[in-house]
């Protein structure tokens, strides 16, 4: 029985998977039902976004249709990285372009790319084009584009469009949003003109749909546009909502899908937004797509924090989009489709969205994933774990991400592994992270662990302290130490005292607290606690010494948190202060000129970071040579290092 055309317009066609001709009980029937976009078949509704290199591997991963990273418009005037950055269709650039065609090939996949023009924020030899002329903040002159200029850009995207066709691409992803060129036009927020291309929507549209004419020239009539925009800008002055579903209905007859992001990548009040942080809720874009999916007839699609498949599914089966698009999601698992299409969804190593693999994020300090140890490693990192050719016998002492990381990978090296946890369950400090408000991703990663843990022949022994004579005891081939950190107690006098308390005993006694909360340390841990308790009506003030909040957390993080607290009144900031003395409920604090704060509280939360079990780690050296200590027994640190030291572990035995 063939399957059925639901709804078939002419360039659009979405198919449900005939459920007879296979066996067994299947999930997300509707995220794997294909579709047909303007000729182009894409086996489920699943698109991996433009982040990242590993191409190849998202669609080896199951992905339908990979957007092979972007191409610059304009040579020399549109780059976000370097004004020399090369048009990737010169002469003797066209064979690198055509592998990321070929690589997406390989993987079963259809093979996009994004067109790209930074337009007044692009990094440029000379000048810099946009909707009007100003001098930016770096002195760089920006050119308001007269009728010439915009021929000159017209024939520019038509040129780079051909050469996608010709390099053997399947379909071509325009950037229409995050404040790029196009955007630029149709936002007030950087349209000044009182021309015919300023003012009302119809003329700030223009130039926009002039490129989309063009673009549809160039390519024909026969072969799949796809369009990305974002509904809201996030900043005053940008572009109402209202204004970007009209102009998808004056796109709909050049473009053959709309992707709905939000968002501008270049100012971080707004960036904060197009990649969100675990303090934003899931699918943050899907209400706006939503709303763009009933005002056009093209498949729609979005984009943002669609973390689980179920989310997807369900984002489908509600007929809100018919489209999802996986960024992140795809950098900490790139076979995040194949283990959905698979019924193996817990096997999904899950996004944080802690940024560390978003340049703008780290401003390209230790970038990488804290899920995945082969992201921005892949030169010595391999894709998939080689059986060892003598099995031995490992034990690894500490379950937190860490040492669970190092368990899993060593057995599906082939050794035999002991796992040693002196506490009743696994996790480490995940545990505590997980029970807190905004940390849904770091509970779906513990219940990962766990449950891959449970999955493999490992011998678990909980409620075991690992001492020097019972390691011994266990006759190891290797050891590695994962014992973690504790949390650190600074010497405040009257910290002993009543009603003050550590982070980890906050987390689990949180019901518990009182109205007034003093947080001593504005580090991450200690602003999620001040904004949970916030959150729940009470009035919290935190106490920082140094001069600005979440030090040890990227740039992006910081200014979502900004804004959060920024949401919340009763949250108090003193950063360059610190605390001299606690006693009878009030706190005694310094500020940094000498004046004297005096802070009256019902419970204190002790947040001033964590001291490595240095010396328990020492202890269990000299048993075997082959010993290592990682994560944060030898420094504290963070997720990502933990886990990429615990998986490089495994590879070395």
């Given at each position: 029985?063939p399957?059925?055309?639901?709804?078939?317009?002419d360039?659009?066609?979405a198919?449900?998977?005939?459920?007879?001709?296979r066996?067994g009980?299947?999930?997300?029937?509707?995220l794997?039902?294909?579709i047909?976009?303007n000729?182009?078949?894409l086996?489920?509704?699943?698109?991996?976004?433009?982040?990242?290199?590993?191409?190849?591997?998202?669609?080896?991963g199951?992905?339908?249709?990979?957007?092979?990273?972007?191409?610059?418009?304009?040579?020399?005037r549109?780059?976000?990285?370097?004004?020399?950055?090369?048009?990737?269709?010169?002469k003797?650039?066209r064979?690198?372009?055509h592998?990321?065609?070929?690589?997406?090939?390989r993987?079963?996949?259809?093979?996009s790319?994004?067109?790209?023009h930074g337009?007044?924020?692009?990094?440029?030899?000379?000048y810099a084009?946009?909707?009007?002329?100003?001098?930016r903040?770096?002195?760089v002159e920006?050119?308001?584009?007269?009728?010439?200029?915009?021929?000159e850009?017209l024939?520019?995207?038509?040129?780079?469009?051909?050469?996608?066709?010709?390099?053997?691409f399947d379909?071509?992803?325009?950037?229409?949003?995050?404040?790029?060129?196009?955007a630029?036009?149709?936002?007030?927020?950087y349209n000044?003109?009182?021309?015919?291309?300023?003012?009302?929507?119809?003329?700030?549209?223009?130039?926009p749909?002039?490129?989309?004419?063009?673009?549809r020239?160039?390519?024909g009539?026969?072969?799949p546009?796809?369009?990305?925009?974002?509904?809201?800008e996030?900043?005053p002055?940008?572009?109402?909502?209202?204004?970007?579903?009209?102009?998808?209905?004056?796109?709909?007859p050049?473009?053959?899908a709309?992707?709905?992001s939000?968002?501008?990548?270049v100012?971080?009040?707004?960036?904060?937004?197009?990649v969100t942080?675990n303090?934003?809720?899931e699918?943050?874009?899907?209400k706006?797509?939503?709303?763009?999916?009933?005002?056009v007839?093209?498949?729609?699609?979005?984009?943002?924090?669609?973390?689980?498949p179920?989310?997807a599914e369900?984002?489908?089966?509600?007929?809100?989009?018919?489209?999802?698009?996986?960024?992140?999601?795809?950098?900490?698992?790139?076979?995040?489709?194949?283990k959905?299409e698979e019924?193996?969804?817990?096997?999904?190593?899950?996004?944080?969205?802690?940024s560390?693999?978003?340049?703008?994020?780290?401003?390209?300090?230790?970038?990488?994933?804290?899920?995945n140890?082969r992201?921005?490693?892949?030169?010595?990192?391999?894709?998939k774990?080689?059986?060892?050719?003598?099995?031995?016998?490992v034990?690894?002492?500490?379950?937190?991400p860490?040492?669970?990381?190092?368990?899993?990978?060593?057995?599906?090296?082939?050794?035999?592994?002991?796992?040693?946890?002196?506490?009743?369950?696994?996790?480490?400090?995940l545990?505590?992270?997980?029970k807190?408000?905004?940390?849904?991703?770091?509970?779906r990663l513990?219940?990962?662990?766990?449950?891959?843990?449970?999955k493999?022949?490992?011998?678990?022994?909980?409620?075991?302290?690992?001492?020097p004579?019972?390691?011994?005891?266990l006759e190891?081939?290797?050891?590695?130490?994962?014992?973690?950190?504790?949390?650190?107690?600074?010497?405040?006098?009257g910290?002993?005292?009543p009603?003050?308390?550590?982070?980890?005993?906050a987390?689990?006694h949180?019901?518990?607290?009182g109205q007034?909360?003093?947080?001593?340390?504005?580090?991450?841990?200690?602003?999620e606690?001040?904004?949970a308790?916030?959150?729940?009506?009470?009035?919290?003030?935190?106490?920082?010494?140094c001069?600005?909040?979440?030090?040890?957390?990227?740039?992006?993080?910081?200014?979502?948190?900004?804004?959060?607290?920024?949401?919340?009144?009763?949250i108090?900031?003193?950063?360059?202060?610190?605390?001299?003395?606690?006693?009878?409920?009030?706190?005694?604090?310094?500020m940094a000129?000498?004046?004297?704060?005096?802070?009256?509280?019902?419970?204190?939360?002790?947040?001033?970071g964590?001291?490595?079990?240095?010396?328990?780690?020492?202890?269990?050296?000299g048993i075997?040579?082959?010993?290592?200590?990682?994560g944060?027994?030898t420094?504290?640190?963070?997720i990502?290092n933990a886990?990429?030291?615990?998986?490089s572990f495994a590879?070395?035995?």
């Amino acid at each position: 029985m063939p399957a059925e055309a639901v709804y078939a317009p002419d360039k659009f066609v979405a198919y449900e998977l005939d459920a007879s001709k296979r066996g067994g009980s299947w999930m997300f029937d509707h995220l794997f039902a294909p579709i047909t976009i303007n000729g182009m078949t894409l086996k489920n509704r699943i698109v991996a976004a433009p982040t990242g290199d590993l191409y190849e591997e998202k669609a080896l991963g199951g992905a339908a249709l990979v957007i092979a990273g972007h191409v610059i418009v304009e040579p020399g005037r549109s780059s976000f990285a370097s004004g020399d950055e090369p048009w990737p269709f010169e002469k003797y650039e066209r064979e690198a372009t055509h592998e990321r065609v070929m690589g997406v090939h390989r993987g079963g996949a259809r093979a996009s790319v994004e067109i790209f023009h930074g337009g007044l924020h692009a990094r440029m030899k000379d000048y810099a084009k946009g909707p009007c002329s100003y001098t930016r903040e770096d002195g760089v002159e920006v050119r308001g584009m007269d009728e010439a200029m915009m021929q000159e850009t017209l024939d520019w995207y038509a040129k780079t469009c051909s050469g996608a066709v010709k390099a053997g691409f399947d379909s071509i992803f325009l950037h229409f949003g995050h404040g790029w060129l196009p955007a630029q036009f149709l936002s007030p927020l950087y349209n000044h003109r009182t021309d015919e291309y300023g003012g009302s929507l119809e003329n700030r549209a223009k130039f926009p749909l002039r490129i989309l004419e063009i673009v549809r020239k160039t390519v024909g009539p026969r072969y799949p546009v796809a369009m990305r925009i974002s509904a809201s800008e996030w900043v005053p002055g940008g572009i109402a909502f209202e204004d970007v579903v009209e102009f998808c209905k004056m796109a709909e007859p050049y473009v053959d899908a709309i992707q709905i992001s939000s968002g501008i990548d270049v100012n971080k009040v707004a960036n904060v937004h197009t990649v969100t942080s675990n303090l934003e809720e899931e699918m943050p874009n899907l209400k706006w797509a939503r709303e763009v999916k009933r005002a056009v007839k093209v498949p729609v699609g979005v984009v943002g924090g669609v973390l689980t498949p179920q989310m997807a599914e369900d984002a489908i089966a509600a007929g809100d989009v018919d489209i999802v698009a996986l960024g992140r999601e795809l950098i900490a698992d790139p076979e995040w489709a194949k283990k959905a299409e698979e019924n193996r969804p817990e096997d999904i190593s899950p996004c944080l969205r802690c940024s560390n693999c978003y340049h703008i994020a780290s401003d390209h300090w230790n970038v990488g994933c804290s899920v995945n140890p082969r992201y921005h490693h892949e030169t010595f990192v391999p894709a998939k774990i080689e059986q060892a050719e003598e099995p031995k016998r490992v034990v690894v002492v500490g379950a937190g991400p860490g040492g669970l990381k190092a368990a899993i990978s060593a057995c599906d090296r082939g050794h035999k592994v002991i796992l040693i946890e002196r506490e009743q369950e696994l996790g480490g400090m995940l545990r505590f992270i997980a029970k807190e408000p905004h940390k849904a991703e770091a509970a779906r990663l513990l219940e990962h662990y766990r449950i891959q843990i449970a999955k493999r022949d490992i011998d678990v022994r909980l409620g075991c302290e690992a001492t020097p004579e019972l390691v011994k005891s266990l006759e190891p081939d290797a050891l590695c130490i994962a014992i973690g950190a504790t949390e650190r107690v600074p010497r405040i006098e009257g910290l002993e005292g009543p009603h003050v308390m550590v982070g980890t005993q906050a987390i689990l006694h949180e019901n518990e607290l009182g109205q007034r909360v003093v947080i001593l340390g504005g580090g991450s841990i200690g602003c999620e606690l001040a904004l949970a308790s916030a959150e729940r009506g009470r009035d919290v003030t935190v106490v920082e010494m140094c001069d600005h909040l979440a030090g040890n957390a990227n740039s992006l993080y910081q200014e979502a948190l900004r804004q959060k607290f920024e949401l919340h009144p009763n949250i108090q900031v003193l950063t360059s202060c610190s605390c001299q003395k606690v006693a009878e409920g009030v706190a005694r604090c310094t500020m940094a000129d000498g004046t004297a704060r005096v802070i009256p509280f019902d419970d204190m939360v002790i947040s001033t970071g964590m001291a490595a079990r240095s010396k328990e780690a020492e202890a269990l050296y000299g048993i075997v040579r082959n010993t290592v200590a990682i994560g944060d027994c030898t420094r504290p640190s963070n997720i990502m290092n933990a886990v990429f030291e615990g998986h490089s572990f495994a590879l070395c035995m």
